[in-house]
């Protein structure tokens, strides 16, 4: 099948890590998004990483990539109360025609305790 | 910079009546997306262009759904006629043809049909 699977709920208190895991499908997919959906806003790109990188760190961000078990995984250090929102793991499809689609996951919902 | 523009932000109508949603993609952006966030259905992808040219509208839910892109700068997407059913909140989003390009999503529009 071409599903992106991440957990729908995750809840942290403020101030501790938070991580999102995403399992995607195509081992060739060659960059893997994370987008962030804040209440009453579109998708906003939050970070990707490129299919030859394991980590990318970006300030408060970090990415993880295992491609043998073809895992994503996003870290929020020191979460705050402003990174609760839905975040969504994505891909790109690929099969002749589709340049530019992405498959999306259905979101998790993270939710920050003060 | 400019994102992605749609209009109207919020629509409420009745069952039976035509809807015309529109979107102003990012300035030099050749991929168009129409995508539907519903609460049970997550996000679903409707439709895309490349180039002004229709690719894949395998998501257009039914015959009462139609999408046009009749220059690289505008697009709409009707509901002709609508149904309680079509409530959602519908995305545009544009990004640069290529795999694995980033889409950058607009603000969407609350489609509300009573």
């Known amino acids: 099948g071409e599903d992106v699977e991440q957990s729908l709920f995750l809840s942290v208190r403020e101030g501790d890590s938070s991580v999102i895991n995403c399992t995607y499908t195509?081992?060739?997919?060659?960059?893997l998004y994370w987008y962030k959906q804040e209440p009453g806003a579109g998708l906003q790109l939050l970070t990707y990483i490129f299919s030859n990188m394991d980590m990318k760190q970006d300030q408060r961000l970090t990415v993880l990539l295992n491609k043998k078990d073809k895992h994503l995984s996003l870290r929020i250090a020191d979460t705050q109360t402003g990174d609760s929102a839905i975040y969504f793991c994505a891909e790109p499809l690929n099969y002749g025609g589709s340049q530019g689609n992405l498959i999306f996951g259905k979101g998790t919902k993270l939710s920050v305790k003060p | 910079d400019a994102g992605v523009i749609q209009s109207p932000r919020h629509e409420v109508t009745e069952m039976g009546q035509e809807v015309t949603l529109r979107c102003k993609p990012i300035?030099?952006?050749?991929?168009l997306f129409w995508y539907r966030q519903t609460m049970m259905r997550g996000l679903e992808l409707l439709i895309y262009f490349n180039n002004n040219v229709p690719i894949d509208d395998s998501g257009m839910p039914e015959d009462r759904f139609s999408a046009k892109m009749p220059n690289a700068s505008f697009s709409t997407l009707k509901i002709q006629p609508s149904e309680p059913r079509d409530s959602a909140v519908y995305f545009c989003?544009?990004?640069?043809?290529?795999?694995?390009?980033?889409?950058?999503f607009g603000d969407g529009t609350r489609l509300s049909i009573l």
């Open positions: 989003a544009s990004s640069f043809l290529g795999e694995g390009q980033p889409q950058h």
């Open positions: 300035s030099g952006h050749n991929s």
């Open positions: 195509d081992s060739s997919s060659t960059y």
